[in-house]
């Protein structure tokens, strides 16, 4: 079993990079809204501050490199990449499921990155469907402990499952599940869909059985089905993985669903960002934090641009989200992210201002 969660991690990130995986059928829904642009900002573009505290941890903006890889050794030179341009640019990082590790203690370092990133908000990641395969507490705080995490996600991956080679099918009882685990862990909980987004319903039972926090990561990214179809040998379970491009809820509005159902909980956004500008508008639409995983596994695994490392490449990618998201408060006039979730957000199909309350 170990061998195999190994092998698939390896064919996961080949697959990403090669093959066109992306969402078919549906958008991520920030094209639906468009910020109102304030001519006279009254705003100093240096000064505005981007800056939040989440558990105790000071980001230097509101964004997390989200969970991509480990379990071989090509993960772990894409994670020390990843964590050294989230330690330099001061945003949070999780790491790709631990379950590797869990079963293969020499697989443990290619997931730790404390060496390069002492400070960031460093997020551990289980699969919450193990919870019905043995795992438990232990499983937990063995995934926490041996990175030096600060939170643990449980990421959702029902309908990758669904269509993966031997794929996990039993997802009863998982709330009363979480619900242990939640009471016992000694970190915060995530709870993250893997890109076919969290429906406002869940999210209210997630929240009641004490979760900390939600990554909805929504539809119009990379589609999991997608990536499991190029792994499918079988040609008509391929054709039902292709079938579930389209599938899932567009992040956006997730983004705003969830925020209202569970007002009290932090919100992450993820799924198909892809500037700063999307980051922007996720924020006025309720997001604490914003993610972004497939357009940095390209530069972190770059060997051809020259003088320009992996690490940097990275740096670059997600600094010129940075820069996006402060212009993007600049011309809203908000001198804050405080300010920035007030700012005016509008429907491009009536032109009407988004009522948020």
Known sequence: MSGETEGRKGEHINIVLQEDVAAKGVKTGFERFFLEHVAMPEVDLDEIDLSLTLWGKKLQAP???????????????????????????????????????????????????????????????????????????????????????????????????????????????????????????????????????????????????????????????????????????????ARIAHSFAGWGIPTALAVLEVRREVPELPIFASGGIRSGIDVAKAIALGATLVGSAAPLLEPATATNIGPVSPTQAVYDKFAAFIEELRIAAFCTGSPNLQALRRAKLRRTDTWEILTRD
């Open 63 to 237: 964004l997390l490199i989200s969970s991509m890889t480990g379990g071989t050794d090509r993960a772990q030179g894409i994670n020390l990449h990843l964590a050294e341009a989230a330690q330099a640019l001061g945003v949070a990082m999780g790491v790709g499921s631990q379950r590797a590790a869990i079963e293969r203690d020499d697989l443990i370092y290619t997931y730790q990155v404390r060496k390069v990133a002492p400070d960031i908000l460093l997020l551990a990641n289980l699969g919450a469907v193990q919870l019905n395969y043995g795992y438990g507490i232990d499983q937990a705080r063995r995934a926490v402990e041996t990175i030096e995490a600060d939170a643990l996600i449980l990421h959702l991956n029902s309908l990758q499952e669904a269509v993966q080679p031997q794929g996990d099918r039993d997802w009863c009882h998982l709330y009363d599940k979480i619900a242990s685990l939640a009471v016992q862990l000694e970190v915060p909980i995530v709870v993250k869909e893997v890109g076919n987004g969290i429906s406002a319903a869940v999210a209210r039972r997630l929240a009641d059985v004490g979760v900390d926090a939600i990554d909805v990561a929504g539809a119009g990214g990379t589609s999991w089905s997608e990536v499991e179809a190029h792994r499918q040998p079988d040609p008509i379970r």
